[in-house]
């Protein structure tokens, strides 16, 4: 997208140039202007009807915790998602919910989900959850995860909800995974999708979050959704989605048009960068730097569509 | 040649007497295994006789399962932690294929043939 880089000596600034600048701002269908700052965008201002825009508040992203695993990458699983509950705990202003984007627990067994529901709860937040693929190894692939997050959610356990003016939906992929493919959405939840955002007004700002990532990272590795794209199609008339990921292990972004992506840090362990290593197993890395590669993510809306980005690892590398 | 296939190729030709060993028809073994390394299963390809009980062990610190695809969808382990083994054993001849239900690029055969 951004691969022309031609100087244009009308426009200020060594890394700006015509055509960046005419990317960088655009009037959405809604009528307001966006710009993109880091590279997400973030709203400037709103002409002809009044946009029908976030009021202020902020949310936490959670992921990856892991309850359960102790391996040689992160003995302490559990100390380090108290770390990360006191740092929600600490935010200021208080976030108004959290989300968690799965792999809550490490083997699906009742006593991790125990463990994470009381450190979680810790936080004093309503909390949402969307189950990763080891929340759902129980033999009844999820019956046990649904039985403890499923009460208000369909089909596999997805669900949406409003928070000051702002559509958040819950969607399920790591369901029915095909030989050799990628996480999936199936044609169940995309049908429930489509109906699930058929009366919002184009200018309501979208937060989706899922655990594996909404774009292919690494297909290799499995790190994508095979029908993303059909979920992306039903949201592209919105004037700002942002996506949310975890899966990862590790803070990436992209933004493609109107739709921005982030994956999130775990609680529990890194993973390697995409195809930096022979397989996407937990990356051990020296114990006084384990801190500064886990995190969680502060995210704000301030009156504009688009929200802000803070990615906070527990502790200062 | 990037460093990461060459490492590749060089645990592919490590397992390469063990595969051998594996892959020939086993009329007399009555156990198999199949070892989970690396996310791969180590044979991928697996030929026995039948009657043949199969172990899968995992020796990655991540878990992994067994899950039959399509018409085998009878086989299902349980998650496999860091050494945890799963036995199945396959009474008559046919063709079945297996994938992991956490990491499904990681995919198995096996063949039973008398
Ligand atoms: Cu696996």
């Keep these: 997208m951004h691969d022309e880089s031609t100087p244009d000596a009308t426009l200020p600034g060594p890394r700006l140039n015509r055509r960046r600048a005419l990317q960088c701002l655009l009037w959405s269908g809604s009528g307001a202007l966006w710009a993109l700052r880091g590279g997400v965008p973030t709203l400037l201002g709103a002409i002809g009807e009044a946009q029908a825009a976030s009021e202020t508040f902020s949310f936490v992203q959670i992921s990856d915790t892991h309850v359960g695993f102790n391996k040689a990458a992160n003995p302490d699983t559990q100390a380090t998602l108290q770390l990360a509950i006191d740092k929600v705990r600490a935010l200021q202003p208080r976030p108004t919910l959290m989300l968690h984007t799965g792999d809550v627990s490490h083997l699906s067994k009742p006593e991790e989900f125990d463990t994470a529901a009381q450190l979680i709860g810790a936080a004093g937040l309503d909390t949402f959850y969307v189950p990763g693929e080891h929340d759902v190894l129980d033999a009844d692939g999820g019956a046990l995860w649904r039985q403890r997050y499923g009460r208000g959610t369909q089909g596999g356990g997805w669900y949406s909800f409003e928070q000051h003016g702002v559509h958040f939906i819950g969607l399920v992929n790591v369901l029915d995974f095909k030989p050799g493919g990628l996480g999936r959405l199936g044609s169940e939840q995309l049908d429930w999708l489509a109906r699930d955002v058929k009366g919002l007004a184009a200018s309501t700002p979208i937060v989706v979050f899922a655990h594996i990532p909404l774009w292919t990272i690494y297909a290799d590795w499995g790190w994508g959704t095979d029908d993303a794209a059909q979920a992306l199609a039903l949201l592209r008339r919105f004037g700002s989605v942002t996506v949310l990921n975890g899966h990862i292990h590790q803070t990436l972004q992209k933004v493609e048009g109107q739709v921005s992506f982030h994956t999130a840090f775990s609680t529990a362990y890194p993973q390697p960068a995409p195809g930096s290593a022979t397989n996407p197993g937990p990356l051990t890395v020296p114990a006084e730097r384990l801190r500064s590669v886990l995190g969680i993510r502060d995210i704000r809306f301030a009156g504009g569509s688009a929200p802000r980005f803070d990615d906070l690892p527990l502790a200062q590398a | ?114």
Aim: neutral net charge; aromatic residues 6%.
């Design chain 2, 1 to 114: 040649m990037s460093a990461l296939s060459l490492r590749c190729i060089t645990r592919r030709l490590a397992a390469l007497p063990l595969a051998l060993l594996l892959c020939a028809p086993a009329s007399a073994a009555t156990q198999v295994t199949v070892l989970i390394h690396d996310y791969a299963f180590e044979p991928r390809n697996l030929v026995i006789a039948p009657g043949t009980e199969v172990i899968w062990k995992n020796a990655d610190a991540v878990p992994h399962n067994i899950v039959g695809v399509g018409a085998d969808a009878h086989l299902r382990s349980p998650a496999l932690d860091q050494d945890d083994s799963y036995r199945s054993r396959f009474p008559s001849s046919g063709e079945f294929d297996y994938v992991c239900g956490l990491h499904p690029h990681m995919q198995g055969h096996i063949s039973v043939r008398p």
